[in-house]
């Protein structure tokens, strides 16, 4: 109905031509390729291309250097895609040697700074002590330990008054003690088990600190200023460095990036001796355009084939629709896309998707505010199904003008039907449920014509959703209308039974014999038992199933009265919180406006899903198998 009808492209030309045809290629919008291995497995002597990329690594060293060094590497427009990849790769790697030799220098540089960092934050817990660094480390015979001991253990300390060390206490703190001792060397193993035995946390000072802990702080501040100065300037060279060669480095990073989509695109192409071949599928329009456009090329021919020419590949489904449909596509592509002898069901969907949702969440003031909000994340986000909330927010409010209601409020004029009205309520239920059989028969019709079309008779003539499936749906449908109705017609005598309600149901049952009869097979190849057993369960399934299908559709009445109902509700709190008094007051505006929200957010989500489970389940199950392949330009592979 709305499939693309599509030529298969064979697109033959000699070796040397390989850049030259897929540059082409991988630049047409509307080609969809087939792999190449779908023809070297099946036929012997054919191969996929295979040539090696030497591309793929000098991108990846330079996005990696993009992303180390915030280069601004990006792609840029090129008229020619020549270029010497081993002139290149020299270049970019000369730049990124002398970056490398300004990044070691830095790292050189931030090590320092953290070392002394970690060195001034200790140094500031010594900074009273009167310590000579130089002396204390000088000293030959005694060891010397600085570190840090939980406060609460300082007290200890007078149960080892007899040892032999010197202990000073640096900085006190509330938790924790900054201090040292000194010890002799042929008593520092002893000495050590003691502190260690009360939590002493040992410091070890840097060897390049020198001269009191006040000098030693003033000396490697000092130090870190001057170091981070000099990263500054480092940073400042590398910067420099990159934009003298920025230019080029665009040049050769977007001439790399096309050319490596041409090694990425060579699994399409199919290699026979010296000569090779990419095949695929575009619309016909386009089809003869890649003709004139590829043949302009040297040795290089493409033939046009019909869709259907190549029995090893199965076309690809492109779907066009109108732009009233085009949005509700999403939702066929969810269940799957049809296949390419199929037709497309977007428009039904599009129609009865828009007409169950409007019917079921009829609201003039809400309906403009779905389509209000549709149309911003539309246009904002680019949001597909914003664009399907601006058409059901349409439909929405053309049934909120049948039925009267503005954001729930039933009294701004006299509607044609009030659907909580006693009277109107088994009227409003019937009309769902003729919509459900309305819907239902198009759905068999359907599947009638598609297997009129593939010719597979054994469905179309005895299936439940084929001939004998409508003419039993119909007949019954018409007899309970009449009982009901009370029109008099002859629709309920013997022959109208036989004929139209028990024929239909022996032919739905012997469904699968007789389809091997038409077929030329036996038809009980497992035995009249086995067939029995399960037609029997499987012909009482499908009566199951018709009534399940039609009354389902009493869900699209329910919703109306539901959301009748709760927007009832929103009002009645309304005048609770005021009083009892309907006037237009803060608290009174209030809760409608909270309601109406609640109700939008929790109504609409559940109509949108309920609709959808009426097409996926009581329309798609009968006609609609999507199993198709999705068409995808190669840009987009």
């Not at 054919?46 to 060293?61: G, H, M, W």
């Not at 296949?339 to 809400?366: C, E, H, K, R």
């Not at 109208?496 to 038809?523: C, D, N, Q, T």
């Not at 609709?611 to 199993?627: D, H, P």
């Amino acid at each position: 109905m709305a499939i693309a009808k599509l030529k298969l492209l064979e697109i033959e030309f000699p070796a040397e031509q390989y850049d030259a045809v897929l540059m082409k290629l991988i630049n047409t919008d509307d080609f969809h390729p087939e792999l190449a291995s779908k023809f070297a497995d099946s036929v012997q002597g054919l191969s996929v291309l295979n040539r090696e990329n030497p591309y793929a690594d000098l991108i990846a060293r330079m996005e990696e250097a993009r992303d180390n060094y915030h280069l601004k590497l990006q792609n840029v427009d090129v008229e020619s895609t020549r270029i010497n990849i081993i002139q290149a790769d020299t270049f970019f790697c000369n730049v990124l040697e002398q970056v490398a030799k300004i990044e070691k220098v830095k790292q050189d540089l931030q090590t320092m700074i953290e070392e002394n960092e970690a060195t001034i934050s200790q140094l500031e817990h010594m900074i009273d002590a009167k310590l000579d660094f130089d002396r204390l480390f000088s000293c030959k015979y005694l060891q010397i330990r600085f570190g840090r001991i939980p406060t609460v253990n300082l007290d200890k300390l007078q149960y080892y008054g007899a040892q032999e060390f010197l202990f000073m206490v640096l900085h006190k703190g509330t938790k924790e003690t900054y201090c040292g001792y000194i010890t002799t060397e042929t008593k520092a193993p002893e000495i050590d088990n003691i502190f260690s035995s009360l939590y002493f946390e040992r410091i070890h000072i840097p060897e390049f600190v020198h001269g009191t802990p006040q000098e030693a702080l003033n000396v490697l501040k000092e130090e870190d200023e001057t170091a981070r100065d000099y990263l500054k300037v480092l940073d400042e060279r590398i910067n420099k460095l990159f934009n003298d060669n920025v230019e080029e480095m665009n040049h050769i990073y977007s001439v790399s990036k096309k050319l490596n989509e041409t090694y990425d695109a060579q699994k399409y192409v199919v290699v026979f001796g010296k000569n090779a071949a990419v095949y695929g599928f575009a619309e016909e329009k386009t089809a003869k355009q890649m003709k004139a456009d590829f043949e302009t090329l040297e040795d290089v021919h493409v033939e046009l084939k019909p869709a259907m020419g190549d029995s090893r590949l199965t076309p690809p489904t492109k779907l066009k629709n109108n732009w009233f449909s085009r949005p509700f596509r999403m939702f066929v592509e969810m269940y799957g896309v049809p296949s390419y002898t199929d037709f497309d069901p977007t428009n039904l969907v599009a129609i009865s998707y828009t007409f169950l949702f409007g019917m079921m969440f009829g609201d003039i003031g809400q309906g403009i505010v779905l389509s209000l909000v549709g149309y911003f994340f539309y246009k904002w986000k680019g949001m597909q199904l914003g664009a399907v909330g601006m058409r059901l927010g349409i439909s929405s409010t053309i049934f909120g003008a049948i039925f009267g209601s503005f954001f729930g409020y039933e009294h701004l004029y006299e509607p044609m039907f009030i659907p909580m009205e006693s009277e109107n309520t088994m009227t409003l239920l019937m009309a769902a449920i003729a919509t459900g059989v309305i819907l239902i028969i198009i759905s068999i019709v359907f599947n009638i014509v598609l297997n009129l079309k593939k010719k597979h008779w054994g469905d179309l003539l005895f299936s439940q959703n084929g001939m004998a499936g409508l003419v039993f749906y119909v007949s019954v449908l018409l007899m309970v209308a009449n009982m009901l109705v009370g029109l008099d017609l002859p629709l309920g005598g013997p022959v109208y039974i036989v004929l139209l309600i028990a024929m239909p149901v022996v032919m739905i049952f012997l469904k699968e014999p007789l389809s091997h009869k038409l077929e030329g097979e036996k038809m009980f190849p497992h035995g009249f038992g086995a067939f029995f057993t399960e037609a029997f369960f499987e012909l009482f399934e499908v009566m199951l199933t018709f009534i399940a299908n039609t009354m389902s559709f009493l869900r699209v009445g329910g919703f109306v009265l539901s959301h009748a109902g709760m927007m009832m509700v929103v009002y009645t709190l309304a005048k609770m919180v005021n009083g009892g008094v309907e006037s237009l007051t803060f608290a009174y505006l209030l809760v409608i406006v909270i309601g109406n929200i609640f109700v939008m957010c929790l109504e609409g989500m559940i109509v949108g899903i309920q609709v959808l489970r009426l097409e996926f389940y009581e329309m798609f199950s009968r006609y609609y198998e999507g199993k198709g392949k999705p068409f995808i330009a190669i840009k987009e592979k």
